[in-house]
T-cell receptor, first 114, second 111 residues
Framework: NAGVTQTPKFQVLKTGQSMTLQCAQD?????MYWYRQDPGMGLRLIYY???????DKGEVPNGYNVSRLNKREFSLRLESAAPSQTSVYFC?????????????FGPGTRLTVT | GQQVMQIPQYQHVQEGEDFTTYCNSS?????IQWYKQRPGGHPVFLIQ?????EVKKQKRLTFQFGEAKKNSSLHITATQTTDVGTYFC???????????FGTGTLLAVQP
């Protein structure tokens, strides 16, 4: 099992460009998440999908959109990248969204916006 | 909104010394999870605490959940170089019941 995979691993964008970060999990998990990690800020939830067909905003959703393509895949789109979106992006998944579910993280995408 | 703070932000120890990181929430938590992130890596789940006053051990690591379920700690006895990384707590509670990650404590261990 690959667990949670993310593509690309690294990306450099110019301000105003768009891109989609891809995430897939092979653990048959219901819930998937997108986080961003900035120095000193911990992990902040951007969007999550409790189950296939549903998505909800997290703590910092502005400037992002998501698509839960199927149970395995959850993508994050930046429509018009800004330097403030320079960050490391992690996708995660869990069996459910209840209080007892641990999250499994992908390797991350390091994004720089110039 | 709910906030989860960790102290210290950074700790540098000599190999063999003990280490503790503290996690404090602005609201009562239903549970708390701890994750470890190696440099350049991704967070990996360590443990979950659910009950008030709960204490769990994993080899040299001891995790505690406060009686009021608003704070938690992770203590490492006799640190090793393999303990290097950032330790995050993550608490679930408040109106949204979403998992909120703490700011993390970066542990450096000098051999």
């Amino acid at each position: 099992n690959a667990g949670v995979t993310q593509t690309p691993k690294f990306q450099v964008l110019k301000t105003g460009q768009s891109m989609t970060l891809q995430c897939a999990q092979d653990m048959n998990h219901n819930s998937m998440y997108w986080y961003r990690q900035d120095p000193g800020m911990g992990l902040r939830l951007i969007y999550y999908s409790a189950s296939e067909g549903t998505t909800d905003k997290g703590e910092v959703p502005n400037g992002y959109n998501v698509s839960r393509l199927n149970k395995r895949e959850f993508s994050l789109r930046l429509e018009s990248a800004a330097p403030s979106q320079t960050s490391v992006y992690f996708c995660a998944s869990s069996s459910g969204t209840g209080s007892s579910y641990e999250q499994y993280f992908g390797p991350g995408t390091r994004l720089t916006v110039t | 909104g709910q906030q989860v703070m960790q102290i210290p932000q950074y700790q540098h120890v000599q190999e063999g010394e003990d280490f503790t990181t503290y996690c404090n929430s602005s609201t009562t938590l239903s549970n708390i999870q701890w994750y470890k992130q190696r440099p350049g890596g991704h967070p990996v789940f360590l443990i979950q605490l659910v009950k008030s006053g709960e204490v769990k051990k994993q080899k040299r690591l001891t995790f505690q959940f406060g009686e009021a379920k608003k704070n938690s700690s992770l203590h490492i006895t006799a640190t090793q170089t393999t303990d290097v990384g950032t330790y995050f707590c993550a608490g679930r509670g408040g109106a949204t019941n979403k998992l909120i990650f703490g700011t993390g404590t970066l542990l450096a261990v000098q051999p």
